[in-house]
């Protein structure tokens, strides 16, 4: 994996941090204010935090350092959880998800100075209380007592460990170093003046924790130290031994190069459970005995857990029940802390005490998505291979019923619980609204109150990737053009706060997402009187209220009185139709003057399967996507009316829509030359209304799996891909949009 | 060593886990990778490990939960233990070694720090 991927993993953790930190601080506003919603929203800015850092975005990290450090002391309860800090803490979030995008496309990093400054008064309203934090914070975890009593220097060599010592500090320093009992600071001193001591003695905890102080004697011999004495004076008789107490104690001669950090660097870990002292004037120190140890002084409340934990250690089976008082014990006494431990309590203890605010962090996996795309194409063509066997067996007559239904049911399961996998909550995309009323309130000046309903609901990733832009717009132009401003809100005898209302279900297999203002309406004089003026439709059509509204989605239609910066960004509703059709899915609008406006977009489920129609067209097998299908019908004599010399109207309850032979399109041989021969099918398109296509029969409808037709063979007019069918062979899929616009002639085209 | 240094890295962060496995795989070390205290903990008690590094903020099981249930079992509990800490202060650090954590590394870390880090506990 190189760094720049790594990076990519790191800026989509960072949208899932924000996606949490908001939902979180959602949470809080609405009175869930819980330790698990507030440090949620603590460890969402923490990893982003901490990913600024180890990717080197100073900016970035400098300001989430301010926003962790309020976000603790709130944690702490140190400031109160109140309207005004919630208001401040999402605008630091809108500003942390611009760092996040600065960061990302290499940009200029936002102007923070304010919120920082505003974050830090925040901070600063505690700091004068009382209840300041971290008086412990000095122990003096490098600086071990300088024990100077002269228990060390009387060197007891009458033990048969000697040889056992040489053996052992034979392993650090290349001469023999156990040379006999002489005087360690005469030996170091012997050892030349490039050389100066270090003493070493672990003490007791030196064990604990997996440390091994051996590892500490070969760092020192690995800087180049050689070992010159031990102190085994405090060894005891066997019988009084224990093998966690440290009775050895060593002086080390380093070459005079070697620093004193560098050396103390080696004890960092260790701290003070190994005591150390550095230079000629120092001594070995002396032997600290665990059991009934007198602490020094500087050690507080932590180096008490230290202890606990080591007579829990000598205490044996009884360990694990031992802990969980110690547990609460640790965890308790650590106000200053911003590192978590705090919390551990809550967290470890009773991990399902109170409902988050959402589930954010569920337990996941992340897979490359070309596996699960693999995957996906793999059911596919189970699917497709499924159905070929039943074919088959029906052709030869093979009765084998119910394994069939069962192997087609586990198959339709399969094929479920992949897809599912794509799928994603749509709570993703929503998630981003609220920043965005935000923002559109600072510039518009209207108030605009959230609902959201069906966030769960969940899409095909592609799917929701892709929606983001379209629904923006729509939320965009909700607030803008749908959401009246507050005084004539009021005297329309409305709240001043406009409502929007984002919901999403599930309904017969495709997603219907609703963007839904309480605004004033669609105003659809002004709108119709717009489209005559720009010359969308004729000045004497006669359209219905719905067609009207329909107009906005024209292309070169705006109704703003002046283009704002809000919604007038150049993209207009028909790109967002475009994008919509694109994804598969139609947008309906449902407008109530003086009530409001709803945008409804019915989305598939995925891109990878769809529902299609098959139909025979001479002896070609094709697909038509459900999803233009709108009726099919077998016309009655007098439904269809010539039109010129050669083009056809179909008369669908007194609207004449033309009659598109798919034969004659796609240049094969079509058996019903009439319609009457044939059947009919209505279909919507986005850009040229609605048709009729001629089809010979219509055979099944069925799911199919796409094949892309340009990456296979080439791009083909009027066909927008390909499909195996359970019989192997492999039929085209029509592509509605681009066939009717294609085949009839621009001034035939009805206004969508 | 003869055989490879097997590591754990535990980290809710999917980009903090690339990159100790980027920067202790191109060193040598054996990594394996679990998401949080809970999944680690299921990790071990069905594979070895030579050092454990950990972050401390995660859910579920937090590193000094995970410390502390590790040290509390049998199979793992003279393991070293490395915790990935944002700051450097000695507060911080006693409160790591006094929760059982064998030593730290302060994040962000580079290469040289992280290895040398782990070859100081590794046995």
Not at chain 1, 195 to 213: D, L, Y
Not at chain 1, 433 to 439: F, N
Not at chain 1, 577 to 596: A, C, D, F, H, Y
Not at chain 2, 103 to 111: A, H, L, Q, R
Request: aromatic share 4%; net charge negative.
């Amino acid at each position: 994996m190189s760094p720049e991927e790594i990076q990519q993993i790191f800026f989509v953790e960072c949208e899932e941090s924000l996606a949490a930190a908001e939902a979180g601080l959602a949470a809080c506003r609405e009175g869930t204010q819980d330790s698990d919603t507030v440090n949620g929203v603590f460890r969402a800015v923490h990893s982003i935090k901490g990913g600024a850092g180890a990717f080197g975005y100073g900016a970035l990290q400098a300001y989430t350092h301010t926003f962790e450090t309020l976000l603790s002391d709130v944690r702490e309860g140190l400031v109160a959880i109140e309207p005004e800090l919630i208001d401040l803490l999402l605008r630091a979030l809108d500003t942390l998800a611009d760092h996040v995008e600065a960061a990302r496309e290499g940009g200029d990093a936002p102007d923070d100075a304010a919120l920082i400054a505003e974050m830090e008064a925040a901070m600063a309203a505690n700091l004068a209380a009382p209840a300041s934090p971290s008086p412990v914070a000095e122990i003096p975890s490098d600086d071990p007592p300088q024990s100077s009593e002269a228990a060390s220097e009387d060197p007891d060599f009458g033990l048969d460990l000697d040889a056992l010592l040489d053996d052992l500090t034979a392993d650090f320093a290349p001469p023999p170093a156990g040379e006999g009992a002489t005087d360690p600071l005469d030996m170091a001193a012997s050892q030349g003046t490039g050389t100066w001591p270090v003493h070493v003695r672990p003490k007791a905890g030196a064990m604990r924790n997996g440390s091994e102080p051996l590892l500490m004697l070969r760092d020192l011999a690995e800087l180049g130290g050689r070992c010159v004495h031990c102190d085994v004076s405090q060894v005891p008789q066997l019988d009084g031994f224990d093998v966690a107490q440290g009775y050895l104690g060593w002086t080390f001669a380093m070459p005079g190069e070697v620093t004193e950090d560098s050396v103390r660097e080696i004890f960092d870990f260790i701290g003070d459970d190994c005591a150390v002292a550095l230079g000629a004037d120092a001594q070995i120190p002396e032997v600290e005995l665990a059991s009934p140890a007198p602490q020094p002084s500087g050690q507080a409340a932590n180096g008490q857990g230290a202890d606990d934990r080591g007579a829990a250690l000598e205490a044996g089976p009884s360990r694990t029940e031992a802990r969980e008082p110690d547990e609460a014990g640790t965890a308790a006494p650590s106000p200053g802390g911003n590192d978590g431990a705090a919390t551990r309590g809550p967290v470890a203890a009773a991990p399902a005490a109170a409902p988050p605010a959402a589930p954010v962090a569920g337990q996941s996996i992340r897979i490359d998505l070309h596996k699960l795309d693999r995957l996906i194409d793999l059911v596919g063509e189970l699917v497709i291979a499924q159905a070929m066997l039943v074919q088959r067996l029906e052709g030869a007559g093979v009765n084998a019923t119910e394994e069939l239904s069962l192997l087609e049911s586990l198959t339709r399961d399969i094929q479920e619980s992949a897809m599912s996998i794509r799928a994603q909550p749509i709570a993703s995309v929503f998630s981003r609204v609220p920043r965005i009323l935000r923002d559109l309130a600072s510039s518009t000046g209207k108030h605009v109150r959230l609902e959201v309903h069906g966030e769960t609901t969940e899409l095909d990733k592609t799917v929701i990737e892709r929606l983001g832009e379209p629904l923006t717009h729509l939320i965009r132009n909700a607030v803008d053009h749908g959401i009246e401003k507050a005084e004539d809100r009021i005297a329309a005898g409305k709240s001043p706060e406009g409502t929007l209302t984002l919901s999403a279900e599930h309904r017969s297999g495709r997603i219907v997402i609703s963007i839904a203002d309480d605004g004033a309406g669609i105003n659809r004089e002004v709108v119709l009187a717009k489209a005559i003026e720009k010359g969308i439709v004729n000045p004497e059509a006669q359209l219905s209220a719905e067609e009207i509204d329909n107009l906005i989605f024209a292309p070169g239609f705006s109704t703003a009185k002046q283009i704002s910066n809000i919604s007038g960004r150049g993209v207009g509703m028909d790109v967002v139709r475009q994008n919509v059709k694109e994804l598969g899915g139609r947008i309906t609008i449902e407008s109530t003057p003086g009530k409001g406006t709803a945008f409804i977009l019915t989305m598939p489920l995925t891109l990878a399967i769809s529902d299609g129609m098959i139909v025979n067209v001479g002896d070609q097998t094709m697909v038509v996507p459900l999803a233009h299908v709108v009726e099919s019908l077998r016309p009655g004599e007098g439904d269809v009316k010539g039109l010129g010399s050669n083009r056809r109207m179909l008369n669908v309850r007194g609207q004449f829509i033309p009659v598109i032979t798919l034969g004659e399109e796609l240049s094969t041989a079509c058996n019903a030359t009439t319609p009457e021969e044939g059947v009919l099918i209505v279909v919507d398109t986005e850009s040229a209304g609605q048709a009729a296509l001629l089809v010979d029969d219509i055979h099944d409808q069925r799911q199919f799996v796409i094949k892309s037709l340009a990456t296979n063979f080439r791009p083909v007019e009027g066909v927008a891909g390909a499909t195996i069918l359970g019989d192997g062979r492999v039929a085209l899929i029509v592509d509605v949009d681009g066939l009717v616009a294609c085949a009839l002639p621009a001034h035939e085209r009805q206004a969508a | 060593m003869s055989k490879n240094t097997r590591i754990l890295t535990v980290d809710d962060s999917a980009s903090m886990r690339a990159l100790l496995n980027h920067a202790l795989s191109t060193n040598g070390f054996e990594v394996s990778q679990a998401d949080d205290g809970v999944s680690a903990l299921e990790w071990l008690a069905v594979n070895e490990v030579d050092v454990v590094i950990t972050d401390i903020n995660m859910p579920r099981l937090d590193g000094f939960g995970l410390i502390e249930q590790v040290r509390g079992g049998t199979r793992h509990r003279d393991r070293p233990i490395l915790v990935l800490t944002t700051e450097s202060s000695d507060e911080k650090k006693a409160r790591a070694r006094a929760a059982g954590a064998t030593g730290w590394i302060v994040k962000p870390f580079d290469t040289e720090k992280l290895v040398a880090a782990v070859r100081r506990v590794a046995h």
